[in-house]
């Protein structure tokens, strides 16, 4: 694909738009619908739209529905649901600018276990920006401040999980088609999340019957913003150079925060604009070792690999 990086750069600023605007509308519709429907439908749209792409593909020779490593798709899977499921309810009690700035620490998080799972050097830079990330997180949360309490702890450990998902992805991604994979995780969510539905009190079709009905084309508008980032970021990340897209992708933060200003009129004060900076800059800072690194290497950097937050 030839590279166009200004359209690359507008995919993600796109990307990120979408992310925070499905961010707040999941905190929105989560007081109209239970937060198991919520995620049923983002994951079931993603399955159902991704499906018709590789049913359409796969007629023109792509890559159709076959997946070499089924359990790679199933991990992987769960693992993304995980984040989210973490993220949705945690979405309910905290403010959109700030969820958003704790979950941007995936970057560091992938540090961490990679020193600690996979046994990896780590330079003093590295453990610099870690610690760096972990306090603007301090300061976004301010525990003992009475701001978010036991809530905060639901970013962080979703930013856990999608970072083991980085992990993961960074060693196998290359072994299937990115679109395969989005699909499989489409699918392995929307089953888990409907086995959830059936084991709990939460009944679909009542709980659906009884939100008003624009909270139905909420939860399609869910589906399709979180599968449009997805495509957006794939297709951006085969216009540009990974070390221009990186950075780009902080401007979730501002995106989230204009967004949860518009639709709750709630602005970080001034010690949560501190902390979302130094998240953003010490988040950034590792991604940009992380390109690098592969840089020398001579190993690319896949857009399923990108050390960022995927919702």
């Known amino acids: 694909m030839t590279q166009r990086p200004g359209l690359g750069i507008a995919l993600i600023l796109f990307m990120s738009a979408c992310f925070a605007t499905m961010d707040t509308t999941v905190k929105f519709v989560g007081a109209l619908v239970p937060v198991l429907v919520v995620l049923w439908a983002r994951y079931g749209v993603q399955a159902a739209v991704m499906a018709l792409w590789l049913a359409r593909s796969s007629r023109r020779g792509g890559a159709g529905f076959r997946s070499a490593h089924p359990r790679f798709q199933a991990v992987r899977g769960v693992l993304l649901l995980a984040s989210s499921t973490f993220g949705f309810f945690g979405l309910q009690y905290l403010p ?12 560091v998080m992938v540090t961490l276990l990679a020193a600690t ?14 610690g760096g990330g972990l306090t603007g997180a301090l300061i976004v949360i301010r525990p003992g401040s009475g701001l978010f309490g036991w809530a905060a702890l639901l970013p962080i450990a979703g930013s856990m999980a999608y970072a083991s998902f980085q992990v993961l992805t960074r060693k196998l991604a290359s072994l299937e088609s990115p679109f395969t994979t989005h699909f499989y995780t489409g699918l392995t969510g929307s089953l888990i999340v409907a086995l959830a539905l059936l084991a709990s009190e939460v009944e679909l079709l009542p709980a659906l019957r009884a939100a008003p009905h624009s909270a139905w084309g909420l939860l399609l508008f869910i589906g399709v913003l979180g599968t449009a980032g997805h495509l957006m970021l ?5 216009l540009a150079p990974t070390a221009v897209l990186m950075p780009v992708m902080y401007a979730q933060i501002g995106f989230a925060a ?12 001034a010690w949560g604009w501190l902390g979302m900076a130094v998240v953003a800059v010490c988040g950034a800072g590792s991604a940009w070792l992380n390109v690098r690194e592969a840089a020398a290497a001579r190993a690319p950097v896949s857009a399923l690999g990108a050390d960022t937050i995927i919702d």
């Open 258 to 269: 204009l967004v949860g200003w518009l639709v709750f009129a709630h602005a970080p004060d």
């Open 96 to 107: 959109v600018a700030e969820f958003t700035a704790i979950t941007m620490l995936t970057p």
């Open 234 to 238: 794939v297709l951006a990340f085969g």
């Open 117 to 130: 799972l996979l046994h990896e050097h780590v330079s003093r830079r590295r453990w610099l920006l870690v």
